[in-house]
């Protein structure tokens, strides 16, 4: 690696660009969910989206001085796996996280669109993925052909990040203190070797924490395919709730699995249930971890145990990368992960007792944790994007 990560405004960055961790079920459902888009009306091409939108990331990394090894050492060290050569016109990934960990929706296909885009980018070769895992492939294999024409910058707007509030100090915040440390679960976490190892350090370029599969990701990738994709199912005249509800059921998701991962692991019952009193302390642990994952400032603004959750979100990354891409939205609920996951973060407690560890399984998952019975109802207040200093998710019961 050629710097470590950069914690400013609530968010991680590396190489001047804001990496997120997120899971293999996240990226595996958002993946799903930008393919649903497959064949509206248009000419959209969800799998062109998914390729080029990572190579216009790496096409950024170039302009800020990124060489091809530095591509090559982040890609591992991000959880994304390793680039091992073949021949000069091909490559394998023996470790492979969206070969190895993703999923797609009905009949298998060559799925691997992101490690197809970050590669054209990397060598400035049009690349095709010629055998994949999703296929029963021994490995993922891509082929370079002839050169390709570099993609267009699309993150043309600056941020517009804003002063991040102290725990219990803004307007509106109806909690006084917690005995839950979040400095100390901050500083902690940010030890935690979550990072890919090349071979040379006896890796396969994974992730594996929690449970699940963690990829330290590009905030604009997923920003870049999530709103182009929305965008055009709602032109094309899908209804606005049920195309944001396709993308807002991946933060739940992620929730399930990496919140509750965490809070189940030995780690957080080591560092952060000895901090905590009562369930809402525990909220209060899960959301100092959230604040080591670069997806924002994260504020608690009010708890009533079993009826509803309000958190703020200072520079979320969501609302930040929509205006990174679009002028101010007309519209407040655009921030889909995060309503999402303080769903998914209400669920944990008062669906089901996360504290009680009761163990986590995709059955579980469609059978309790996502099943019609005491589900919340969620809705962002304020948002970035729109032009608000902050986002507000409301969950409630």
Known sequence: MKEAPEYQHGQA??????HVYHCNHYNAHLQMTVMLADGVEGGFDPR?????????VVQALKTRGYAP?????????????????????????????YGQS??????????????????????????????????KARTDVFDFGPPASA?????????????????????????ASTPVDEDRIVATVATLPLYGRPPSESGDGLIPAFGVVLTNHYADYYNLISYQTYGHMVHAGVPAEMAREAF????????????GGIMESPEFHALVVPMCQDVADWIHGMVAVINALGWGAW????????????????????????????????????????????????????????RERPGLSQDYYFNVFNSHQGYWNVEQTHAIAAGDGFDRIVAWK
């Open 248 to 259: 807002v059921q991946c933060g739940h998701v992620c929730a399930f699995n990496t919140f």
């Open 13 to 18: 960055f590396l190489g001047g660009l804001n």
């Open 48 to 56: 062109r989206l998914l390729r080029d939108g990572a190579a216009q």
């Open 69 to 97: 090894q530095d591509l090559r050492d982040e890609f591992t060290w991000c959880g994304f796996g390793y680039i091992k050569d073949v021949t000069a016109d091909q490559v394998e990934l023996p470790g492979s996280h």
């Open 151 to 175: 993609p267009d910058n699309p993150f043309v707007n600056p941020p517009p990040f804003t002063p991040v509030p102290g725990r219990f100090a803004f307007q509106g915040c109806e909690i």
């Open 299 to 354: 504020r608690v603004e009010r708890i009533v145990p079993g009826h509803e959750l309000i958190i703020r979100i200072y520079n979320s990354y969501e609302g930040v990368g929509y205006r990174r891409l679009h002028p101010a939205a007309t519209e407040k609920q655009l921030s889909f992960l995060a309503m999402g996951a303080v769903r998914g973060l209400a669920h944990l407690f008062w669906k089901i007792d996360i």
């Open 102 to 135: 993703t999923y797609l929706l009905g009949v298998p296909e060559k799925s691997c669109f992101f490690n197809v885009g970050f590669l054209q980018g990397m060598t400035g070769r049009t690349t095709s993925e010629t055998a994949c895992r999703h296929m």
